[in-house]
């Protein structure tokens, strides 16, 4: 079984509409982040979290929010969809240890929004 | 402004083959530099993590280089393989914070037959 597990893996949806896409990771990390990417681009990092009382701002977090329910499980919310947030969207996770910025990337999903 | 720039945009090489992806980067402070291997579908797996002190690291025909005075890295990949067409993304570590990672738009490299 897969470390990180993304779910859904493909998802369209209409402008307008809230949508959330959801992360587990059975590795045991402390720290998971959410990023998208887009063509042509670099990962840009929306949310991250270093434990379950923590939650951060990243580069582009505007239009986005998250929740982190448990260890576990770190959920990207868009509250009200946009077609510019057509995009893939990974969710990676890492320790807090010496190899706390080797960042291990779940499957991604891919978002259209139309 | 930290940035990290990738050339070329893609690649495209005979198996068996070599090739080298090069990577410039202005970020500071530096902390660290990786090599990620993105197939498609896929999300990026790291393969090599080199800090300021190291200037080469491999991972089976996967070498890369860094030079911190010129800002500059490279990956190398020896006999290429079908396997090895992915995207290669070159990924900076500004220390400090939560030692921010920033991405290069990553090298395109197509293996044919």
């Known amino acids: 079984d897969a470390d990180v597990t993304q779910t859904p893996r493909n998802r369209i949806t209409k402008t307008g509409k809230r949508i959330m896409l959801e992360c587990s990771q059975t590795?045991?990390?402390?720290?998971m982040y959410w990023y998208r990417q887009d063509p042509g681009l670099g990962l840009q990092l929306i949310y991250y979290?270093?434990?379950?009382?923590?939650?951060n701002k990243g580069e582009i977090s505007d239009g986005y929010s998250v929740s982190r329910q448990a260890q576990a499980k770190f959920s990207l919310s868009l509250e009200s969809a946009i077609p510019n947030q057509t995009a893939l969207y990974f969710c990676?996770?890492?320790?807090?240890?010496?190899?706390?910025?080797?960042?291990?990337f779940g499957p991604g999903t891919r978002l259209t929004v139309l | 402004k930290n940035q990290v720039e990738q050339s070329p945009q893609s690649l495209i090489i005979l198996e068996g083959k070599n090739c080298t992806l090069q990577c410039n980067y202005t970020v500071s402070p530096f902390s660290n530099l990786r090599w990620y291997k993105q197939d498609t579908g896929r999300g990026p797996v790291s393969l090599t993590i080199m800090t300021f002190s190291e200037n080469t690291k491999s991972n089976g025909r996967y070498t890369a280089t860094l030079d911190a005075d010129t800002k500059q890295s490279s990956l190398h990949i020896t006999a290429s393989q079908l396997s090895d067409s992915a995207s290669y993304i070159c990924?900076?570590?500004?220390?400090?914070?939560?030692?921010?990672?920033?991405f290069g738009a990553g090298t395109r490299l197509a293996v044919h037959p």
């Open positions: 990924v900076v570590g500004a220390s400090g914070g939560y030692n921010k990672l920033i």
């Open positions: 979290s270093f434990d379950v009382k923590d939650i």
């Open positions: 990676a996770t890492s320790d807090a240890g010496p190899e706390r910025d080797t960042q291990y």
């Open positions: 590795k045991g990390h402390d720290r």
